[in-house]
């Protein structure tokens, strides 16, 4: 019971702030341009400085096995998640098939996960969550940018694959498992801009959906199989690889947590930047998320039932 109110509250402190962006947005102090920077500041910046920020931590080998299980447990859910959404929504005669496979097949677990487990597991299983939030991240910045912008090919795909997500990705693997020392001088900056991305996001996607015809995404078929995929089939898989390798307790049920969250925050935000359908990616990513609100306590029972 304490999990689920913990998770409610999350939802609604973040629902709060999505709401300021759509005021904000319908008083004119945000426009196209001002979202448009925000979403490359919220990429480019604050999301980046997470996964550093998330990976600067004391090294031990069973931390470091947890951290690799975690991200392994992550892997094994979304690329499930792809297949299945890649056989159940189709691109024939479908302009949105990109933003629906895309936000089916990614989690949201820095944005609402670790804030949730934090509270409820402890900080402990909070550092596990970060091999998830590098799973969602990698995937993210390969796959994810790949069906938002199209056809990349030659030198365009090695510079679409050397973005600030992969970049930070590589840094923070480095120092966590290279045991490189960062001063608090540094280190301090870089917790504080990642820090940023929820809020950030939160302000984007309620500015976004306050140009957008929730009516219209409200009645495509795809939002509900992608929320299926996304809420219940991702999430629940993770049994299967955590049974199959016997993995501990606290990683497993904070690895489940994570990867139970509504759509990635990545979606939304690539989806402005490049402008493919950024109206119905932030009604989903809106959507996703609210019905998280209510399908994390039902996957939760679930898991408890067969873990």
């Not at 913990?6 to 979202?35: D, H, P, W």
């Not at 996964?51 to 975690?70: D, F, H, S």
């Not at 015809?213 to 809420?231: P, S």
């Not at 999430?235 to 501990?248: D, E, H, Q, R, W």
């Amino acid at each position: 019971m304490e999990l689920i109110i913990t998770a409610v509250q999350a939802i609604i402190k973040l629902m709060i702030i999505g709401l300021a962006g759509f005021i904000l947005s319908k008083r004119g102090v945000f426009n196209k341009e001002r979202t448009s920077a925000m979403s490359t500041l919220l990429t480019d910046l604050a999301l980046p400085m997470m996964i550093i920020g998330l990976c600067i931590r004391e090294y031990t080998p069973e931390k470091a096995k947890g951290l690799v299980l975690a991200f392994l447990a992550g892997m094994f859910s979304q690329v499930l998640a792809i297949i299945v959404s890649s056989i159940v929504i189709r691109k024939k005669d479908n302009p949105d098939w990109a933003i629906e496979r895309f936000s089916s097949a990614v989690s949201n677990p820095g944005f609402l996960g670790i804030p949730i487990i934090n509270l409820v597991l402890g900080s402990e299983a909070s550092f596990y969550t970060a091999g998830v939030v590098i799973s969602c991240c990698l995937i993210s910045w390969t796959y994810g940018l790949f069906v938002i912008k199209g056809n990349i090919q030659g030198r365009d795909m090695l510079k679409a694959l050397l973005n600030p997500g992969v970049l930070s990705i590589i840094v923070g693997v480095l120092i966590y498992f290279l045991r490189v020392p960062v001063p608090t001088l540094i280190a301090d900056p870089i917790v504080t801009l990642g820090n940023m991305a929820p809020p950030l996001s939160m302000l984007i996607a309620g500015s976004t959906l306050a140009s957008a015809d929730l009516g219209e995404a409200l009645r495509k078929k795809n939002l509900y199989v992608g929320n299926v995929i996304r809420l219940f089939v991702a999430p629940l898989s993770t049994i299967i690889f955590f049974k199959l390798f016997n993995v501990p307790e606290l990683i497993a049920t904070s690895c489940f947590i994570a990867l139970s969250t509504g759509t990635v925050t990545l979606c939304m935000a690539l989806s402005i930047k490049y402008d493919r359908h950024p109206t119905y990616a932030s009604a989903f990513f809106a959507i996703s998320t609210l019905l998280c609100m209510f399908t994390i306590p039902v996957v939760l029972a679930v898991y408890t039932a067969l873990m």
